[in-house]
Each structure stands twice: as structure tokens, then as C-alpha cells.
């Protein structure tokens, strides 16, 4: 019955065994429920059967069972009573599941979030003119005058004047030297900073010039001017004064006067009118650093044009420029596109507060031009195109060994062969092996017995008291110094013999090598036509090899026509020139005699390394008082080149060497990043409108060209992703940051045409890595933690600075010492007047030498607490007096309580008293002093009432009407 009931209900049965499942069914076939069969009711427990068919799954899903065979199936079952069944292994996936996980997983369209930095926005500091209040108090304070070359006061222009530019007036000026003059006078505080907020007392200034290396001044001191003089100069508060070696400064002969000459003994030939151009469009960065603390202030942007003379002797112009310190807030991971189910999209904002104001002069005084210097007429023009090699026909003569290149002299003074060529000198200095060598003979073996013997008399007469030297003595030092010279002969015969070859066939190539050199700039490609010949009577394949990776050739038509355009050079173009066998050298073929001009391109994306800012906050100690020229950058070292062409028969035809000088180049923004150690930044610079770049080329509208970047570290990502007409162009960087407190330094450069030929914009980004601490507070309490400090080889004198001094507190606050090797716990305060998440800034400085010790970055993550009241209040807008208003509060303890009261936004709230103290149950009455608004709106103040642990026990919110 059981086996009837079996068969009736479902004709299979499964079993599971050991982790493997038994498929059970009547005389090996499998019947599946259909449409008209009825789903498996149960499990049925199977007996196995030895003679059960070996088929697949596969097998018994392709071939589902006939009428027939489910006939004869029943009539074995009820004739034999035997379950066959099969077994399917459930510790692996099926094939069908295998098949479907190694395909790939469909991508969703959406686009990853970066904060989009405006390029740009960051160098646009407002600035405006002095005013004549202001003017009046620069003048009495002693600020040196600026002459003109003859002695005379120089003109001064306004910065609001328009500027006509006349390239054509500029370059036929006679006075072509241009004497640049920087000249900081003072740095302000502006009005609308918070009282308490503490100001540096020293500051220094970090910026680039043009292609000069980049200049970081001296420490400056602050100067506050008089009470008395402060109401009628406007924003003027603090003057710039030099400091000197012992610390103190002399506020007799204040600011600081930086001077660049810019003359044709500086500019390469025809790099005049890029000059002009710089000055025309280009802004110069400055940035402001506290001297004391390493941390950065803010930065400033002033115009160039002004400095265009225009004809005139001489000109400058006085700018007061805003400070801005940009705050880029912390990233926040987010998702665009239809990806509703994945988080909503934060947006990101930055930051940016006016710091303080900086007065600065810019001045322009025109030389006569000196005489050249024949050195300088006989480099090469760095922007010649064609470079042949009709020069390099003649053999001068000259040294076999002779270092150094080609002497155009047939007569060559004798020397030592010793002190011109080092590996021989080496050998000859290497002691001779005893019995080995061309030199070793019967004599002089039984030279070297007799000179032991006569030793061994020598030390017996010492003994007996004898004359210690005697004449056989000499002798035998005679014949070994002859023996010594024996030898060193056989070695420089030897040594000449073996290098005369090599030394032939160097001089020889002499006569097909050309000598060239180039002045190449970061990023900007430099292109130059090779004037190729084949001086015999017969063709050949020439083989073209390169050994630096930084030159090319130009293998495209349509490139090489590109920069022939560019240069206006007019030399023939030829379509598929060099013939390609994958890795091998690129061949050209020459007919006899045949001259062909071989394009070449030298493009450099790699810079060496930058000295940071913050290491040369202190020249004083260098400098003094003498503080005339910024300082300069090590030369970046001197590249070469070499081409080498070569026959059919593997000879060479022709050898270009290439001596590249590195020239500094123009940094149009630089980028200041904060980010914790060992991390990724990925940040997104937005480009502005592209008709504002300088140097874009024109193009009509909705037709913009494409955008192509390029970073000097090959370590950092960097790519301009391609979107359409008429949106917002984005850079996208992904840089690994190292450890703190290193600086990483790198540029990226934009270009506006496919052949990235010469760069539209560069710039600078400087990474600071930072050690991260997060910190998760409540506005308005305060919040404890320790980092520990290790000491470095000697002991410092030491002392931390924090970006926010008004909301983080540290012990020791003042100056300590940091023993060597030592592990030391500085105890920090968090006290955030304001909710949200942010960044704080903690420097640890050595105070005597100015060294950044160690930094860190307080990643604040702050919630706003509990209000408890809520009142409302008005207040008139402009100079009124403000407001006093009284609020109670009642201790709900049973016994005396100390309370502190803060507020977050100080600018508009102060307290009769910040601290009070009140019985248990009693009320206490708080004053309140709202100062008057700028401008009419709402703002809502908290007041925070704390304990004498600064734990915030209850919190007030007053919302103010200015009207």
C-alpha cells in the first residue's frame, strides 16, 4: 500500500543524506509535476538500489519521460517493488548558477559626488583703492619711497583706471629691463571679526613671481598703530616691520621691498612679449601664514595689468586686498542619478571668510638695457625649429681622451694620463699580485728575496746599534721604485692598447654629432625639425633611436602640421614618413644625398621636489634686516638628450645631442588641501567659463573644445571627464596622502587642444597630511581627550597652536619642553560654539627655530543640544546702542552651584557676567547685552548655561529682529 500510494501521489520521493539529496522515482525516470500532476505532498524515505540508472539532471530535464515508458515503469514497480534514485551534490552551485555568476553585474547610471572647487574663486580677493586717510598715515609711518632710475618719485596710478594694453608700445619702449618691485606695507584686521578671536603677532608671505623659483619673506612683525591715529585711517591697523637677529624690530623703517629684474640678461630671446602677456592677464596669489603658529592665515589675488608702463618710466599702484581663507568642508559620500534607494545626496559647501586685508604696493621702473654678454648671444634661440647638422661635417682634431665635448683647436696641451682618465688612475693604484701578471719575471722575484734579506740585515744592525741604513739599503729602495715604474708603464701600454679603438671611434662620431639646446617648461611641449642627411651615394633605412622617454617623435601627420601651424614654420610635410615594427626603433628611408626634416616633440611632466612653506618661516636668522631678495629654490638639474641615427649596416649616420635647461614656470592658482594622513582626497575643481581662461582659443558659441589634463606625479589621478554642450567642466584628483606632517606637492596641468601642446592653466596643489582625530561633542560643552607627543632626537622647546584658539584649549598652553626619545600626553579642550561637522587645525611648533613638530586635524562631529527657552527680541539696525535685556535662572539643586555662560555667536551677545553662583533653589538674574545689527533679518543666538566642568546643563535660543 505504501508503495501504491507512492506511485499515485507524486512518482518521486527525495531524501536527504549526509548533505546529499536523494531524488527517488520508479525504474529510473523522474517525473516533475506538470500541469495536470499534482504538487509532491511529502517526503518519502528511499532505499537504495544498486541497479538504479547513472543519469543527470540535465539528462532527465531534457528528456522528459512518454506514455509508454510510464506504462512499463508501473509494471516494473508492481512486478519488482524496487525505488532506484539519484543523487545531486547540494556542497557546490549548479552549473546554471555558475554560468550566471560570472557575468558581469549590470551598472547602474549614476554619477560619484565631489565637491566642486571654482577655479578661480579662491585668487578673486576683492581689493580697492587706498584711501586718502589711509595714504596720509602710510606716509608718515617711514615707508621708503620708490625712485624711478633717475631719482625720481615714481607715478603712481590708480587701480580702478582701465588699462589699454599696446603690445607694439610695450616693445618699442627703449627701456626693456623692467625692474618689478614688491612692496608690503601693512596687514589690517578687518572689522567684522569676532572680538576675542586672537591675531598673529608675526607673519610671512609665500607666492611665485612669474618663472622666478618660488619666494617665501621673512617673518614680519605686526606693529598695532596709535589709538590715536586709528579713527581717521579707515580698515589700517597694524604696520609691517622687519625683525632682526635678536628678536626684536624696528618700527623706524618699516614693510619689506622685494625686487625682481626682468631684462633681456634674464629672458630668453623673443620671451618678451610672453612677459607682457603675463603681466597683462595673470594675477598674483599671496599667501599669508601666522609666523608663530605655521598656519595658514588666508590668501590674497592682486591684478598685474597695472604694472604695464606703456611708454612711461615708471609706475605703481597701492592695492588693498582681502585675506580669504577658505574652509572646505568634510566630504560626505553621496549618490546622483535614480538611485532613490541607496541615501539621499548632502550637498557640499566651502567656506570662505575675510581674514584681514593686506596693503600692498606693486611698482614697475624701467632700465636702459645693457649690453648682452657674449655668452648669453651664443646659446642657440630656444624657439628655433630647425636644427641642422651641416656643422658637424669636419673633424677638428683633438685628444683621444679629451672629456668635455669638441675642441676647435688642433693644439692640445699635454697632460698626465693619470689625472684625465680616473679608471686608470684606479689601476694604477691597485697593488700588483705577487707572481701574476705580463710584469712577473725570474728578476723580479729574486728582487723581491733580496730586498727581504737586506731587511733582515737591516733590523740586526739596528739591534747591535749599527747604522741603521746603509748603502746597499738605498740601493735596493732605487731598484724597487724603478721596478714600480716598470710596471706602471706596462699597465698604461697595456690600458691605451685595449682603449685606443673606443677612444677613435668617439672622436670620430664627433664629426656627425649636433649639439643643441632647449629651454623646456613643465608641460609645454617643445617642437623642433631635425635636418636629416644622407651624405652617401647609396639609400638607406635609417633606424631612429631615443634614449630618454621624455623625447619623441612626431609620428602623426596631423600633429606635426598642428605645431607647424603654431610655429609658423613652412618646411615640407610628408604623409606616413617612418615605417613601425611594433617595439622596435621607428625606420625612415633616405634616398643618396637626400635631406628630410624629422619632426621631434620634448615634453617634461616631472618636477623635483618642492621645498615647502612652512619650513622657511624663519629667515631672519639668514637674512636680518637684509631682506631685498626672496628666497630661491636648488636649481632643478640639467637634462640630456640623444638621438641616434643609424644606417642599414647598423653604422651611425648621425647623432643629435640634446642639453635641456628646466625653466621655472608660471603657476596660475595654487590649491591648499588639509586631509588626514595615510588617505585618499578626491576633490573636483570646477573649471570657470571657458571664454575667461587666458590664452583659450576662440571658438564660436556652443562649440568649446575639449578639456585634457596632466599631472606632474604619476602617482595621482587626475582626469577631466568629457559632459555636455554647455555644462560645467570638472577635474577630478585622487592623491594618497602621506604621513604626518608631510607635504606633497604637484601640479596639474590643463590644456585646451588634443596634442596637449602648450597648457591653458597650471596648477599648484599642496596636500598637507595631518594625523585625524574624530571627535563627536555637543555644542557649547566641553569636550576632554589627550594625544600623545614623541620626542625627536633633541630636546625642543615646543608649544601648540590651534586654527580655532577660541573654541579648543590645550594644556600646557604655553611653552614646555619635549624631552628626546620622550612620550608626552597634551591634554585638549573641545568647546564648538556651533553645531555641524568641521575641521580644527593643532600645530605643534618649535617656538626658537619656527619647525612644524607634529599636526593634527580635529574632524568635529557636533550636535546642538536640548532648548529648554525660547524668547524673542528686537533690535534697531545701524549705530544704535543695542539692547539690555534680563533672563532668570533657577538652580534646581538643593545646594550652591558655579555656572559659566558661553554664547555662539559672541558678535552679537555679551554678558553682564560670565560666570555666577546661586544657593540651591534660588533664582539668579542674567544680563544680556545684544549689540546692534549691520543690516536688517533674523538671527538666532543660543546661550548655553554650564557648570563649573563647562557640561552644559540647560540652553537657551534667542531669536533677534533687526529692523
Not at 559 to 576: G, I, M, N, V, Y
Not at 838 to 857: P, S, Y
Amino acid at each position: 500500500m505504501a508503495g501504491e500510494a507512492v506511485g499515485r501521489d507524486s512518482d518521486c520521493c527525495v531524501g536527504v543524506r549526509g548533505g546529499r539529496a536523494c531524488l527517488s522515482r520508479e525504474s529510473g525516470f523522474l517525473r516533475g509535476p506538470g500541469p495536470s500532476a499534482p504538487a509532491p505532498q511529502g517526503l518519502t524515505a528511499t532505499q537504495d538500489s544498486p541497479r538504479g540508472p547513472g543519469l543527470s539532471l540535465s539528462q532527465l530535464a531534457a528528456s522528459p519521460p512518454s506514455p509508454a515508458q510510464r506504462h512499463s515503469a508501473t509494471e516494473d514497480f508492481s512486478l519488482e517493488g524496487r525505488i532506484s534514485h539519484l543523487e545531486a551534490n547540494l556542497s557546490r552551485t549548479p552549473a546554471v548558477l555558475e554560468a550566471s555568476v560570472a557575468e558581469h553585474l549590470q551598472e547602474l547610471p549614476f554619477t560619484p559626488l565631489h565637491a566642486p572647487i571654482v577655479a578661480g574663486t579662491q585668487s578673486r580677493s576683492s581689493g580697492g583703492q587706498l584711501s586718502r586717510a589711509t595714504m596720509a598715515v602710510l606716509q608718515s609711518s617711514g615707508f621708503p619711497e620708490i625712485l624711478d632710475a633717475c631719482k625720481q618719485p615714481v607715478e603712481t596710478v590708480s587701480p580702478a583706471q582701465p588699462i589699454q594694453f599696446n603690445p607694439q608700445k610695450e616693445e618699442s619702449d627703449h627701456l626693456q629691463s623692467n625692474e618689478v618691485v614688491l612692496h608690503f606695507l601693512a596687514f589690517s584686521r578687518v572689522a567684522q571679526d569676532y572680538r576675542g578671536t586672537p591675531w598673529p603677532k608675526t607673519v610671512y608671505f609665500t607666492f611665485q613671481f612669474y618663472r622666478f623659483p618660488p619666494a617665501t619673506t621673512p617673518r614680519l612683525q605686526l606693529v598695532q598703530l596709535d589709538r590715536a591715529a586709528q579713527p581717521g585711517c579707515g580698515s589700517l591697523s597694524h604696520l609691517l616691520a622687519p625683525i632682526s637677529k635678536d628678536g626684536s624690530f624696528d618700527a623706524g623703517s618699516p614693510g619689506l621691498q622685494l625686487r625682481y629684474t626682468v631684462g633681456p640678461e634674464f629672458l630668453k630671446p623673443g620671451e618678451q612679449r610672453w612677459f607682457l602677456r603675463y603681466l597683462s592677464a595673470q594675477t598674483l596669489q599671496i599667501d599669508v601664514w601666522d609666523g608663530d603658529s605655521l598656519l595658514l592665515v588666508g590668501s590674497a589675488a592682486v591684478p598685474m595689468k597695472h604694472l604695464l608702463r606703456q611708454g612711461r618710466p615708471a609706475v605703481q599702484v597701492a592695492h588693498e586686498l582681502e585675506v580669504v581663507a577658505t574652509e572646505y568642508e568634510q566630504d560626505t559620500t553621496a549618490l546622483s542619478g535614480a538611485m532613490s534607494g541607496f541615501g539621499s545626496v548632502k550637498p557640499i559647501g566651502v567656506d570662505m571668510v575675510v581674514k584681514g586685508r593686506l596693503h600692498l604696493t606693486l611698482a614697475n621702473v624701467g632700465h636702459a638695457c645693457e649690453q648682452r654678454t657674449t655668452e648669453s648671444c651664443s646659446l642657440p634661440p630656444p624657439r628655433s625649429r630647425v636644427i641642422s647638422n651641416d656643422g658637424a661635417g669636419r673633424f677638428p682634431g683633438g685628444s683621444l681622451l679629451t672629456r668635455g665635448g669638441l675642441r676647435w683647436r688642433n693644439v692640445v696641451q699635454a697632460q698626465r694620463l693619470a689625472d684625465v682618465d680616473s679608471e686608470l688612475a684606479a689601476m694604477l693604484l691597485t697593488p700588483a699580485p705577487g707572481g701574476r701578471g705580463p710584469w712577473s719575471s725570474g728578476h723580479e722575484v729574486d728582487a723581491v728575496r733580496r730586498r727581504k734579506l737586506e731587511r733582515m740585515r737591516s733590523v740586526r744592525l739596528q739591534e747591535s746599534g749599527a747604522e741603521p741604513v746603509s748603502r746597499r739599503t738605498a740601493v735596493l729602495a732605487q731598484q724597487s721604485v724603478r721596478m714600480q715604474h716598470s710596471r706602471d708603464l706596462q699597465v698604461i701600454d697595456a690600458y691605451r692598447e685595449r682603449t685606443k679603438a673606443e677612444s677613435i671611434a668617439n672622436v670620430l662620431s664627433l664629426a656627425i654629432t649636433t649639439q643643441h639646446t632647449l629651454y623646456a617648461t613643465l608641460g609645454t611641449a617643445e617642437f623642433f625639425e631635425f635636418a636629416l642627411k644622407n651624405p652617401h651615394n647609396t639609400q638607406h633605412t635609417v633606424s631612429i633611436e631615443i634614449d630618454n622617454p621624455e623625447l619623441s617623435l612626431i609620428l602623426d601627420s596631423q600633429e606635426w602640421r598642428h605645431f607647424k601651424d603654431a610655429a609658423s614654420l613652412h618646411t615640407p610635410l610628408e604623409e606616413d614618413m617612418f615605417h613601425l615594427r611594433g617595439d622596435l626603433a621607428p625606420q625612415l628611408y633616405l634616398r643618396p644625398r637626400e635631406t628630410t626634416h624629422v619632426p621631434f616633440k620634448y615634453q617634461s611632466f616631472s618636477m623635483g621636489p618642492l621645498e615647502p612653506a612652512q619650513a622657511f618661516a624663519d629667515l631672519s636668522t639668514e637674512k636680518g634686516r637684509e631682506a631685498g631678495a626672496p628666497r630661491k629654490s636648488s636649481a632643478v638639474p640639467t637634462k640630456h638628450a640623444k638621438v641616434l641615427f643609424r644606417a642599414s649596416g647598423g653604422k651611425p649616420l648621425a647623432v643629435l645631442c640634446l642639453t635641456v635647461e628646466p625653466q621655472p614656470h608660471v603657476v596660475d592658482q595654487v590649491f591648499r588641501f588639509y586631509h588626514p594622513e595615510l588617505t585618499f582626497l578626491k576633490k573636483a575643481i570646477r573649471l570657470p567659463p571657458w571664454h575667461m581662461l587666458p590664452g583659450a582659443p576662440l571658438g564660436r558659441p556652443g562649440e568649446e573644445p575639449a578639456v585634457h589634463v596632466r599631472c606632474s606625479d604619476p602617482n595621482v589621478i587626475c582626469e577631466a571627464q568629457s559632459v555636455g554642450p554647455g555644462e560645467p567642466r570638472d577635474v577630478f584628483l585622487k592623491v594618497a596622502s602621506g604621513r604626518s606632517p608631510e607635504i606633497k606637492d604637484f601640479f596639474v596641468i590643463v590644456y585646451a587642444d588634443r596634442w596637449l601642446a602648450e597648457p591653458v592653466q597650471t596648477w599648484q596643489v599642496c596636500l598637507h597630511s595631518l594625523q585625524r582625530v574624530d571627535v563627536s561633542c555637543i555644542a557649547g560643552q566641553m569636550t576632554r581627550l589627550s594625544l600623545v607627543l614623541r620626542g625627536t632626537q633633541t630636546v625642543r622647546k615646543v608649544r601648540a597652536f590651534a586654527s580655532h584658539p577660541q573654541e579648543l584649549k590645550t594644556d600646557p598652553a604655553g611653552d614646555f619642553l619635549l624631552p628626546p626619545h620622550g612620550v608626552q600626553d597634551l591634554h585638549v579642550g573641545v568647546q564648538p560654539r556651533r553645531a555641524g561637522s568641521r575641521f580644527v587645525h593643532l600645530n605643534l611648533v618649535d617656538v626658537d627655530f619656527h619647525q612644524l613638530v607634529a599636526c593634527w586635524l580635529l574632524c568635529l562631529s557636533c550636535r546642538q543640544p536640548l532648548i529648554s527657552k525660547a524668547f524673542e527680541i528686537t533690535v534697531a539696525v545701524g549705530e544704535g546702542k543695542g539692547a539690555n535685556k534680563r533672563v532668570t535662572y533657577t538652580n534646581p539643586y538643593p545646594t550652591w552651584k558655579a555656572y559659566r555662560l558661553h554664547s555662539d555667536r559672541p558678535d552679537l551677545l555679551q554678558f553682564r557676567e560670565d560666570t555666577f553662583q546661586v544657593g540651591g533653589g534660588e533664582t539668579y538674574t542674567i544680563g544680556l547685552r545684544f549689540l546692534p545689527g549691520g543690516r536688517p533679518g533674523q538671527e538666532e543666538v543660543l546661550i548655553y548655561v554650564n557648570d563649573h566642568e563647562d557640561k552644559n546643563e540647560e540652553t537657551f535660543c534667542v531669536k533677534i529682529t533687526y529692523q
